[in-house]
């Protein structure tokens, strides 16, 4: 976006706000959503985890006006394991209780419904090969073991 306003064009006219500003809030003031349906294991947990160590928290949680995270346990999971004391969050509010369950599961389910270019993922991971964390890679590799440049170490 350009400008102010065309960001405000895209802005839901039901009431729905947005806030602008990334901010820092502490982990013990956030609550997970009891009906969250995505699940995280330990391992993707961790896996997280090393991420946030090797690029730092780079995806703020969205939570709603009273801390209730609507996108972003498995990185709130990670950020406890990490204990850390404070999280980038960014506000929706004014969600009805339809609407904050269904952006949870519109913000995982839309972004699982994405493929890859497979050549070029080949080329990334090839290329990335010995330069990252071999833990992130190892996490960024298993998205199809078997392919050659998964199978080479």
């Known amino acids: 976006m350009s400008n102010s306003s065309e960001y405000a064009k895209l ?11 990334i901010e820092l809030r502490p982990v013990a003031s956030l609550r997970p ?9 330990k391992a993707q947990v961790a896996q997280i985890a090393r ?12 939570i709603d006006e009273k ?4 996108a972003g346990h498995g990185r709130l999971r990670a950020a406890n394991a990490l204990q850390l004391t404070e999280v980038p969050t960014l506000c929706v ?29 080949a080329v990334e991971l090839g290329e990335l090969t010995g330069l990252l964390d071999a833990y992130v890679y190892l996490s960024l590799g298993s998205i199809d073991c078997n392919w050659p440049v998964c199978m080479s170490s």
């Not at 959503?33 to 294991?41: D, G, Y």
């Not at 801390?67 to 609507?70: A, C, P, T, Y």
């Not at 509010?93 to 270019?117: C, F, P, T, V, Y």
């Open 11 to 21: 802005k839901p006219n039901h009431g729905i706000q947005i806030s602008r500003q």
């Open 33 to 41: 959503s009891a009906r969250n349906a995505r699940t995280h294991s």
């Open 51 to 62: 991420s946030i160590e090797q690029f730092g928290f780079t995806n703020p949680l969205l």
């Open 67 to 70: 801390g209730g995270v609507l």
């Open 93 to 121: 509010a004014g969600l009805s209780a339809a609407q904050r369950r269904a952006l949870m599961l519109a913000d995982n389910k839309i972004a699982e419904n994405a493929g890859w270019d497979r050549d070029l993922l």
